[in-house]
């Protein structure tokens, strides 16, 4: 009597018999812990460890030297992006660790200066399971991974022209800008970005003296001359 020996499972394309291990670096405990279970349901992948700040996220690389750091770029209330400083931290001394961004800002110059500190990857967190997971084995594969969103971002971005030096805005400030420009108030901007009334009249204050005006819509026509908006 013959015996059918079961064929072996089929794994996706990407996955070579190597595992990819991955560090969760996110602030939200609830966030790692779905990612976590996503993760390793995937053959190939291993989470090793998970960092809630920028300080755990660079001993941790240290000791376990991951494959690929998943990485949010807001890692605490007080800053939308202290993920770019641990990007290019990480970048500048382990550049083994390839960095995947995975976060819920999307923005032109955003996107691009996650990828000069070094990302090597940037994805939004509504991403499906399958786009996240070709994206790690992408990035652990050397090449890069951007979705759509993302990668339209980065163009338009690239072809935006750079602010003056007397003008320079940091990239939360081009985006209260941005709803400056539609009309929105400090309250309004606060809902929008998830930040705080006070929050947004600080970036608001901020933006108006960059660009040497006393009032929300002369700072909307400069901005405008400057090619920011």
């Known amino acids: 009597m013959n015996v059918l020996t079961p064929s072996p499972p089929q794994l996706p394309p990407a996955y070579d018999g190597d595992v990819i291990d991955v560090l969760l670096v996110d602030d939200h405990a609830i966030v790692r812990r779905g990612l976590r279970s996503i993760l390793e ?3 190939g992948l291993r989470v090793v460890a998970e960092a809630a700040t920028a300080t755990e996220a660079l001993a941790l690389v ?10 949010d770029l807001k890692l605490s209330s007080s800053s939308d992006v202290e993920g770019l400083d641990l990007c290019a931290s990480l970048t500048a001394r382990h550049p083994e660790a390839l960095i995947l961004v995975l976060t819920t800002f999307l923005d032109d110059q955003l996107v691009l200066q996650a990828i000069r500190a070094g990302a090597r990857g940037y994805v939004v967190k509504d991403v499906d399971t399958s786009g996240l997971v070709r994206a790690i084995r992408d ?9 759509a969103r993302s990668a339209a971002a980065m163009i338009r971005g690239v072809n935006t022209p750079v602010p003056t030096e007397d003008s320079q805005l940091t990239s939360r400030e081009l985006e209260v800008l941005e709803l400056l420009a539609r009309g929105l108030s400090n309250r309004a901007i606060g809902r929008q970005l998830y930040i705080s009334d006070t929050t947004a009249k600080f970036h608001v204050g901020n933006i108006l003296r960059k660009l040497g005006v006393s009032r929300r819509a002369e700072a909307v026509y400069e901005a405008s001359k400057l090619g920011l908006l």
């Not at 030297?65 to 990485?71: D, H, Q, S, T």
């Not at 990035?139 to 979705?147: C, R, T």
């Open 41 to 43: 349901r995937e053959p």
């Open 62 to 71: 240290n000791t376990m030297r991951p494959r690929i750091v998943l990485l």
């Open 139 to 147: 990035v652990a594969g050397g090449g890069s991974a951007f979705d």
